[in-house]
């Protein structure tokens, strides 16, 4: 019986601090800054955990926490130097009535408070890295040793650069706000860049053993959700959550049951996840009439393309290649001109991809990349020219840090 | 504070042979933050009671201490786009943490009162004239300003980092034209009441460093560190969060050409 209660009560703690936990975080953080609202909230938790196990799990989990975390805010700026503002603040908190508190934390407006931690952790004064670290701390409610081991550091490492992130939130005055219309793009452009990266870390971890890390990329796909119904589908945050969906549909097909990578080219379509496909498409079609595309819109539906093919050698790839061109005119990074060539060499042959290819070698962010080593390993291999294509495998492999990866271009390189 | 500007304006019209210096205050932020809390506030003592000498003397035009580097913001602007950085404008071992203006009959005279900083002791102190033509704006409509205080906006300093070999190389009508361009800003944000302070420096190669050796006073030439570009000047400002600070650093004329660090000045008035 104790420990049927004991179960229940962990995972109503696992339940609150995946959905609720960033809600009752914004609410705090709106009446008593980062800082205090962190602490508190953690503390609170805390008491979750010695006290469900015995007395039960409340009857509206997040309530309860926000109550208790109220308090330990009161205590915490009670034992700091009293400022006038920090008086002020005791007394709202103090004051605030319970009837107002939960109906504050149910109301709709209550989003809002959610989509300003959205901006504040994303915000373009933070360092990119940290504003990852952050997102995953704060919005996904990881501990700081799950988002030390996403980033492979020490925990210790990462606490210090979470706590000296939140020093700079307070101190400097990084605005607890949702962008005025005029700069609500250029900022959601970070948040979504955010999610993006967390989804790619996800996609194909940089380091470690597996390929894949589902639970980064479940993370992004939920938070992109989020967010979607924060900003009222503005089409940016569309087109961003199609393409995370357009690509987590294969996430099935991507690797073998012993965790073996598979390639595009040899997945077993009919394990795509085609019901999110299909959503995924309806989104795109939505952001596109919205107004021109975004980078993630035309992402997105190079994608689609991919998607749709029933197999490899039936892609559209001239639209591909065609869809990188537009890409490419809008970006500078040159990834894009690398994929760019290789769908233009399912179109002209593997000769002129290789030409393409060839002409890249030199560009700074790629030169060494082991994306362009086995882009050239693999149209040598469709030339017949082993040899050639097996130094380019080796050099490849030397260059990718993820292990799957290596092991699956030493089984390109093997098969030859 | 509009009255710091005021006072030393006024006085600088009766006494011409008076030059202005700014004491820069170079120390490692680590060794603050790694004191006890006993030891911060020995340290802010000692720095309340060097201001107070010095503002007794009413020599002193303006101070102020900042927050660490790590709440830094760097801002540039290139071809009308704004690019906002974390950190700092560059990491160096010792970092930039206050400074004071003062009025000094002599470089000895400044040096005299750097060397009384309680930095210099494990710190250095660059000591650099400030240049004659001064960046602040006149002061007479200051009863029409809105009044802005620390219950709605943030103190921040704007530093100004540039590549001084240009401005030494250039025509003075194009100098002429920079000023022009300074005055017109200073004067926008003097009308929105947000200007505080603001001083342009005279190039490095008239700076001079001091530090304390063993209670022994080491003065060498130069500034405190050689960088590709270079502290060229600051301003203080008003502003309501780093959002606002961001928008009034990226007007700047520096921020075209070189880069404008804003940093959050430090609310020392538990200590004053």
């Known amino acids: 019986m104790l420990g049927d209660s004991r179960a229940v009560a962990h995972e109503a703690i696992r339940a609150f601090v995946r959905d609720d936990r960033a809600r009752v975080l914004a609410a705090l953080v709106k009446r008593c800054g980062f800082e205090i609202a962190e602490e508190s909230l953690d503390a609170a938790i805390e008491s979750a955990v010695r006290q469900w196990p015995d007395e039960g799990v409340p009857d509206v989990p997040s309530a309860w926490v926000m109550a208790v975390a109220r308090r330990r805010a009161v205590d915490a700026l009670r034992h700091r130097a009293m400022s006038a503002s ?11 009535r319970e009837a107002d508190v939960l109906a504050s934390l149910e109301d709709e407006a209550f989003g809002d408070d959610r989509l300003r931690l959205f901006f504040t952790c994303c915000h373009p004064a933070i360092a990119p890295d940290t504003r990852v670290a952050l997102a995953l701390r704060w919005l996904s409610g990881l501990s700081t040793d799950d988002v030390a081991r996403a980033f492979c550091v020490a925990p210790s490492t990462m606490a210090q650069r979470l706590t000296r992130a939140k020093s700079k939130i307070e101190t400097a005055g990084i605005p607890y706000e949702i962008p005025e219309k005029s700069e609500l793009r250029e900022r959601l452009g970070s948040v979504l860049e955010v999610l993006y990266a967390i989804f790619n870390e996800g996609y194909v971890a940089t380091t470690g053993p597996s390929l894949q890390r589902i639970d980064l990329a479940d993370e992004a796909v939920r938070l992109a959700e989020v967010l979607c119904a924060l900003v009222e589908e503005h089409p940016d945050a569309l087109s961003l959550l199609a393409l995370l969906l357009l690509v987590h549909a294969r996430r099935d097909a991507r690797t073998s049951p012993d965790g073996e990578m598979i390639a595009l080219d040899e997945q077993a379509r009919d394990r795509w996840d085609h019901a999110m496909i299909s959503r995924a498409k309806s989104l795109l079609a939505r952001s596109l009439r919205a107004g021109p595309p975004s980078t993630y819109a035309i992402e997105a539906a190079i994608q689609a393309l991919h998607d749709e093919a029933p197999s490899y050698a ?12 537009l890409l490419r005119a809008k970006t500078d990074a040159p990834i894009v001109a690398l994929n760019e060539a290789v769908a233009r060499s399912m179109v002209d042959g593997p000769a002129e991809g290789l030409r393409a290819v060839r002409a890249l070698e030199r560009v700074e962010g790629l030169e060494g990349h082991h994306a362009l080593f086995a882009a050239k390993a693999d149209l040598l291999r469709r030339l017949g020219r082993s040899k050639e294509a097996r130094s380019a495998y080796d050099a490849a492999i030397a260059a990718t840090r993820n292990e799957a990866e290596r092991r699956f271009l030493a089984r390109r390189r093997d098969r030859l | 504070m509009g009255g710091v500007v005021v ?4 006085r600088k019209e009766q006494r011409t042979h008076v030059m202005q210096y700014v004491l820069l205050i170079y120390a490692a932020e680590s ?36 927050e660490p580097t790590h709440t830094a913001t760097s801002v540039r602007v290139r071809e009308g786009k704004r690019a906002v950085k974390d950190g700092p404008f560059a990491e160096t071992r010792e970092q930039l943490g206050g400074y004071y203006t003062i009025d000094a009959e002599s470089a000895d005279e400044a040096l005299a009162w750097a060397e009384k900083i309680p930095g210099a002791k494990h710190g250095t102190i660059e000591v650099r004239p400030i240049m004659a033509v001064g960046g602040a704006p006149a002061p007479a409509d200051a009863s029409k300003r809105p009044a802005l205080s620390k219950d709605t906006h943030k103190e921040y300093l704007l530093l100004l980092y540039e590549d001084e070999r240009a401005w030494v190389s250039m025509s003075e009508a194009e100098q002429g034209a920079i000023f022009g361009r300074y005055m017109e800003f200073s004067k926008s944000i003097t009308a929105t009441g947000q200007f505080i302070a603001g001083e342009p ?10 530090s304390l050796d063993e209670n022994k006073r080491v003065v060498r030439d130069g500034p405190f560190a050689e960088t590709r570009e270079q502290l060229g000047g600051y301003y203080r400002v008003w502003a309501k969060n780093l959002d606002e600070a961001v928008a009034i650093a990226a007007k700047i ?20």
């Open chain 2, 31 to 66: 060794r603050f933050a790694n004191s006890t809390p006993a030891e911060g506030a020995a340290v802010m003592e000692a720095y309340g009671t060097y201001t107070k000498d010095l503002f007794a003397t009413g020599r002193a035009g303006d101070c102020a201490a900042l």
């Open chain 1, 86 to 96: 920090a008086r002020a603040t005791v007394r709202t908190l103090r004051d605030e």
């Open chain 2, 201 to 210: 420096l005279a190039p490095t190669m008239q700076a001079r460093s001091i």
């Open chain 2, 253 to 272: 004329p520096a921020a075209e050409t070189g880069t404008v660090e804003v940093r959050p000045v430090m609310d020392t008035s538990a200590y004053a």
């Open chain 2, 7 to 10: 006072r030393h304006r006024g």
């Open chain 1, 314 to 325: 039936e892609t559209d790839f001239a639209q591909i290649a065609a869809l990188y061109g």
